[in-house]
């Protein structure tokens, strides 16, 4: 067998970045009590910390920095026309100049988009009834970058909700074979494709096993 070793790759520059990464819609508290939603695709977790890339002039950057409670709702496929609804909203009134020529301004994203507030139990914002999967978090650290054209927001954790559904049975373990997130993949929206295998440190696969 013969390995293939034709170089066929070329020098790009792609407009963005968004090598596949997953939607969640942010829940955050207007300085007037009203929220926002806020559908993003620059988010990782690590431990009980998830960071979110979040576009400096954002109502979210604006009330995270004084009021830091948000809920993380992360988004199935199903729900890919909800988000798209709400990308070209901003909850920032005046719109700031740099958006004006492609966002309006809605003071009501819930309605627009069809989606129902739930409340949430330790923190102001309401989570997405919709969303099976919702993280309330805190916000604890805002930092610059991008020359100031964003903002890399450290939030965390506090309590998660998730469906009944998607969790196995007798655990607290997120089911990979029932839920999966959706996925902004250059923007273009993309479910998960069959699973291919899993990680020696998958807890799911363990509690499966021994279950079977």
């Known amino acids: 067998m013969t390995t293939e070793t034709t170089d066929r790759h070329r020098v790009i520059r792609p407009s963005i970045l968004y090598f596949g990464t997953p939607v969640v819609l942010l829940t955050t508290e207007n300085a007037d009590g009203t929220f926002n939603v806020a559908p ?5 977790a690590l431990g ?3 960071v979110l890339g979040l576009g400096s002039e954002s109502q979210t950057v604006r009330n995270l920095a004084e009021r830091p409670d948000v809920v993380i709702n992360l988004a199935s496929p199903d729900l890919w026309e909800q988000v798209e609804s709400l990308a070209p909203l901003t909850g920032a009134d005046p719109v700031p ?3 004006r020529a492609v966002y309006r301004h809605e003071p009501d994203k819930f309605a627009a988009a069809g989606l129902t507030p739930r409340a ?3 923190v102001r914002p309401p989570r997405i009834a919709q969303c099976s999967l919702q993280l309330e978090a805190r916000s604890i650290a805002l930092t610059p970058g991008g020359e100031g054209h964003f903002q890399s927001v450290e939030c965390e954790v506090v309590r998660v909700h998730a469906d009944e559904r ?3 049975p007798g655990t607290h373990h997120i089911d990979p074979g029932v839920w999966s997130p959706l996925i902004y993949n250059f923007r273009h929206y993309h479910g998960l494709a069959p699973q291919l295998g899993h990680g020696f440190r998958s807890e799911t696969a363990k509690a499966a096993s021994r279950v079977a």
């Open 40 to 44: 993003i695709s620059s988010a990782w």
């Open 48 to 50: 009980q910390h998830v």
């Open 97 to 99: 100049e740099s958006k």
């Open 120 to 122: 949430s139990d330790l």
């Open 166 to 168: 998607i969790v196995v």
